[in-house]
């Protein structure tokens, strides 16, 4: 991460359906299924993350989710153990009303990762 005149910089790589930081950290854009525009989850939805073994996960923020208008980004971090070099992440949402959705996202160590443009 960098700074210069009060702008901050950073390097984040796609990976599948969310960005993956330099740092260890993704984030994820929550949002419903609508495929003419990303509505957001209902407010109070609670997200939740496992992961397969050899890595450990953590939601660094974005639950519950808040009352808006727009899609909620969540953050996760993911660390790998020495001998894991790939696994899988589970993203769970819980809606208010009950409503339970888990999304795989894989994530690989040391894989060659594409630079966002900014």
């Keep these: ?3 210069s005149d009060g702008v901050t910089t950073s390097t984040f790589y796609r ?3 969310g960005i ?3 740092a260890g ?3 994820l854009l929550l949002a419903d299924s609508n495929p003419n525009r990303l509505n957001p989850m209902p407010a109070g939805t609670e997200v939740s993350v496992t992961a397969t073994d050899g890595l450990s996960v953590k939601v660094l923020g974005g639950t519950p989710v808040v009352s808006t208008s727009d899609a909620t980004a969540i953050g996760i971090s993911v ?3 020495q001998t894991t070099t790939a696994g899988t992440v589970f993203v769970t949402t819980k ?3 009950g409503v339970t959705t888990s999304v795989p996202v894989p994530v690989f160590k040391d894989a060659a990762l594409t630079q966002c443009a900014r």
Excluded: C, E, L, R
């Design 25 to 27: 950290a993704m984030t």
């Design 1 to 3: 991460m960098s700074s």
């Design 95 to 97: 809606t208010p009303k």
């Design 20 to 22: 993956f930081s330099a």
């Design 15 to 17: 990976v599948n359906t």
């Design 79 to 81: 660390g790998f153990d």
